[in-house]
């Protein structure tokens, strides 16, 4: 009965919560792989966006950063509220991961991992195509191949697809946990960070009931 079912992953790389929520969701990639596979789609926070952040959005990011590493544990730099003229564009980010799942999907998860630590906890710009492909290759991945992936026009549209399903599953908050299957329909697990040990007897007991679907995103 659960062959056909999954999890659904909805993430964004630059979203500070989807980095608390790291841990968490490897833990469950991990104890549910045979069950329920992991299926990652980019949100696109701020997919594309152009302005430069102002002191009070500096400010805005600044407590919602703090806030997550109170509650996870997560590092962060907090020196990036030194830069100056950044625009918080998740679009590249977003895309870097896409480029692994079209490279080798079984490690586009693992994959968040270094562009999140590379953003939060070490201030390189998650935004610049030049220094995302040097944490790819930081990675272990073939850096032109990497780039040559990263910049083409498939690899923008779907990542582009991936933002357009989001919004049409009706999902606007990150990180978002979905379960089930395109026959059946999906039930929510989470639209925010929940601990680990608030999301593996839930998703037991749903599994064990016979995964009916009480929910729909």
């Given at each position: ?13 630059m979203c500070s919560w ?8 490897s833990a469950l990639g ?62 590249p980010a977003c895309r ?122």
């Amino acid at each position: 009965m659960t062959a056909a079912m999954e999890l659904i992953y909805v993430a964004d790389p630059m979203c500070s919560w989807c980095y608390g929520f790291a841990p968490v969701i490897s833990a469950l990639g991990e104890r549910f792989a045979a069950r329920l596979p992991l299926r990652l789609m980019m949100g696109g926070l701020r997919a594309g966006n152009t302005e430069v952040m102002r002191a009070a959005d500096k400010d805005y990011v600044r407590q919602a950063w703090t806030q997550v590493g109170a509650a996870t544990g997560q590092p962060f730099d907090m020196s990036f509220f030194e830069r100056e003229s950044f625009s918080y564009d998740t679009e590249p980010a977003c895309r870097a991961v896409v480029t692994v799942r079209r490279l080798q999907p079984a490690l586009a998860l693992a994959f968040m991992a270094p562009i999140q630590q590379a953003f939060y906890a070490e201030n390189r710009d998650m935004t610049s195509a030049n220094e995302i492909s040097r944490v790819a290759e930081e990675a272990g991945l073939a850096r032109q191949a990497f780039a040559a992936t990263f910049s083409a026009p498939a690899t923008r549209n779907e990542t582009f697809r991936d933002f357009l399903t989001a919004q049409e599953l009706g999902i606007r908050g990150f990180p978002t946990l979905i379960a089930g299957s395109r026959a059946k329909g999906y039930a929510l697990v989470t639209n925010g960070y929940r601990p680990l040990e608030d999301l593996l007897e839930p998703l037991e007991r749903w599994l064990a009931g016979g995964a009916p679907v009480t929910a729909s995103a």
